[in-house]
Structure formats: C-alpha cells, structure tokens
C-alpha cells in the first residue's frame, strides 16, 4: 500500500473504530444497545444487501470461526464464489471480510467506510431507533454485506459476534444454521447458566431450516433439540452422524480420518492444528455433505488443506518451535496445550497474557505444570488487563514465572530464555496474539 493510501486507510478504519466497541468494553452492554432495530434500519435503507445470498449462519461458545472458515474454504475450493465473515480479527481489520480467502482490499474498504460516513452524517441521529448511533460491530456487519455484494459472492458464510438471538448477523433467512459447541462464557450478559446461553445461541435457528451441531453436553443438547422442534428445524448432531474419527498431529499439519453413515472413509489434512479441528472439519462436511452433496472430495480435500484462521495453533517457528493461540478460557487453553504438547519434544516457555475478566486462575492451574519458565506479560493496549495479579497466580503453581510487561519484551525474552532451542507457546488472548505476530515478524528469521 502506497504511503497516500495506508492514511486513508488508517483515517477509515479509525472512523469506524469512534463508535461504540462491545468488543472492547463490555460495561457498554444495555438493553438499548443490545437489541436488532438499528441493525433492521441499517439494512433496510441499504436495500436489505443480506437477502442476496445464500447464507450458512453459525453460533457457539468454541470453534465457530475454525468450522466458518473449513465450510468458506471448501465452498471456494468448489467454484463457488463464497463471502466469510468473522470476528474479532487479530492483525488486520480486513480479516473479518474475506471473499473467496482472501481479505477485501483496503481500496474496498475505504470507499465502503465513504458510504456508510456520508449516510450517518446525513441522517438525524433522531432517526436512529431509540436515538443512538450505530456500534462498530453493527457497522462492520453492514459492511461485510455490501463488500459481499459488491463482489458478488453467491455464498456468505456469517459468525455471530455474540450470543445468537440479538446478535447484529441475525437479519438473514438462512439456508442453514451450524451450532458448535456451547459453554458458559459473557454469563452476565447471555444468562448465568448453560441453558439461557444455549437459548440465545439457538436464537438463531429459523423456521424449516436444517441445524447440524456438534457435540454438545446434556443440558445444552435438551435446549437445542426442544429449540429446533419448535422450528420445525431438522436437526444432526455430529456425535449421533460419526462412525470413525481419527486424528494423526504433525508440526505443520493435522491428517484426519472420519466416516459418516452411509458414506466411505473420508481422509483429509488440515493446515490448523489439533485434534480438536478434526471435529470441526467433520461438522463442517456434514453440513455440506446435505446441503450441497454435489460438492466432491477433491474440493473438501484442497478446502481443509488451505483452511486458515491467524492467530489458532499458528506455527511462527519450527526451529525453535514456536506456536502462537489465542485460547482464553480453561477449556480452550486444555485443548491448546494438548496440541502443543504432541507436537513439542520437551518443555519450554510460556508466555502468557489474557485481559481482565477471564477465568486466569484456572487457566494458570491448566498450563502452569507444564513449561519450565513462565513469563506474564500484557495482552497490548486493546482492552484493560492485569499483569501483576495475573503472575501472582501463577507463581501458585510455578516458582520460574517473569513478569515483563511490553508484549514484544515479553517476546525478546522468551526467546533468550529457551536459547532458541526449547519450544515456546504464547496464549491467553487473540489481542495477545497479535501483539506476538508482529514481533515475530521482526524477529524471527
């Protein structure tokens, strides 16, 4: 990008970052903001742009950006002109629109911030409902739909940003709804219990329109099952679907064995890594399997091989081993260092930071055991943390912790303490994440 053009983008992306960030600031949560009338008025006065395509929706607590991005990989693979929407990003903010895997242009970008500028500005904030500007998440969704349309994708495959019922992406008439696994997260706003959380996801379910899910503990299954016989909704669940799943893990690649009912032994590698993808991959055939059963396995085979998400079990480095995950709850993180574990020979280093809120006590007592020497750092400047809280409740389960606040120190000093010999694995944040993308960009050579 020209120096001219990289002001214009950064004066667009700035633009949309002014208004109201949920992702940022969780205290912003009201029932006056966390409701669908401004999502409906924007759609509608843009022409209603996501009633153009052929939508997948997905929800869930885990996964639902990995399974998007399998289902968006093998649709493109296919022939098939195919629209992703995801969140949050971690280096860019061009992740979150993706046409056919390839983020939109910072051209399309800013010329799509232009329109949305000029109709905000021209319209009394009185004509908003309830009198309030739109969220950026809000106005993300709005664009991810005129870029798709503008690039005429024929497929959109849209994750919702939070909960289901009220979330922005739920103005669509799906051709299918994908539920991944759901556990408590954001309870003060999507209910204390397994089951409201359940029901909101599942607010996302329409009439006479399938839902395939994937494994789901009995509570959150119960609530999903009443939810889709209330919509006349068939329903799959991969666990009642799968027949065989094996998983072989590699440094570079996860190889995936599965069969289906009634269908042969599929064989497939995956570019992200752990065993856990492997479930994700199949949910994501069995949703294509029905809905497009055209669709033949050397699509679904170059699909999951080029399937990528930055910032999930990302390889930096092999030598040293350096893998970077933006895992942050205990079950994500149990998981991560599953993965990490299978693939590195010894223990290491851990650098870890994850932002205020999180479940950091449990998720020290999980991956604590088993580094050698830890370092807590912060998860860059996005949202608040606390470093110093955070290292004490490691120094619980390991004396050998470092506390180095500046994420790219942090980075320095991993480096220096595994001599470039022992494997290093960073996680407890996406926004963490991205702090150690880029000085792993300058760094590691």
Known sequence: ???SNELQFAKARDYIYSF???????????????KLDRMCFLLERFGNPQDTFKVIHLAGSKAKGSTAVFIASVLSAAGIRTGLYTSP??????????????????????????????????????????????TFFELMTLMGWLAFKHEQCEYVVLETGLGGRLDATNLVKPLAVVLTPIELEHEAILGSTLEKIALEKCGIMKENTPVFCANQNAPVKEVIINEAAR????????????????VRQAIEKTDITFTLKGLSKKKFSLKLLGSFQAENAALAFLAL???????????????FAEAF????????????????????????VKRALICFKKVAKNDGVLLFAAVKGKKIAEMAEILAPHFTTIII?????????EPKATYVVFRKYNRNVYLEKDPHSAFQKALELSQRKLPVFATGSLYFAAEIRKSARKLLI
């Open 1 to 3: 990008m020209k120096k």
């Open 20 to 34: 109201i960030n949920l992702e940022k600031d969780t205290s912003y949560f009201s029932s006056k903001l966390y």
């Open 377 to 385: 750092s912060t998860p860059g400047s996005f949202r608040k943390s």
């Open 89 to 134: 990003h971690v280096s860019s903010i061009l992740e979150r629109i993706m046409v056919n895997q390839e983020h939109i242009s910072p051209g399309l970008f800013i010329s799509l911030v232009e329109v949305i500028k000029d109709f905000i500005e021209k319209t009394p904030l009185g004509h908003f409902p309830g009198a309030r500007k739109p």
């Open 231 to 246: 919509k006349n909704a068939e329903l799959r669940f991969l666990n009642e679907e799968l027949e065989l799943l094996e």
């Open 289 to 303: 399997h029905f809905l497009l059963p055209t669709i033949p396995d050397s699509a679904f085979k170059k699909g």
């Open 309 to 332: 998400l930055p910032g999930r079990m990302e390889v930096l480095h092999i030598k040293p081993l350096f893998i970077v995950d933006g895992a942050h709850t205990p079950a994500s």
